[in-house]
């Protein structure tokens, strides 16, 4: 989908060869506006003040993955609907 659109990737990291850690993630957090976590066809959003690192997490405790950050939005989880509007 990215390919399609021609969309420049600035970072791309592996999930589990460099997992997230918490410190990375609340600077993300500190860096958005909107958080958008997406769990199968379920997303919220939320503002950054009001998200948690919990928020983030998928059942296992990881980061969910992918984590897409555009602008002031941070798109957390899969869902090919919101990233494609995010892109």
Known sequence: MLDEKEVQVAEERSARAQPL???EARSL????GKVVVAKGKKSRTLKSS???LDDLKGPTGNYRAPMVLRGKTLLVGFNAELLEDLV
Do not use: I, K, P, Q
């Not at 957090?29 to 958005?32: A, E, I, K, S, T």
């Open 21 to 23: 850690t918490d410190a």
């Open 50 to 52: 009001e998200a948690a």
């Open 29 to 32: 957090l500190g860096r958005v």
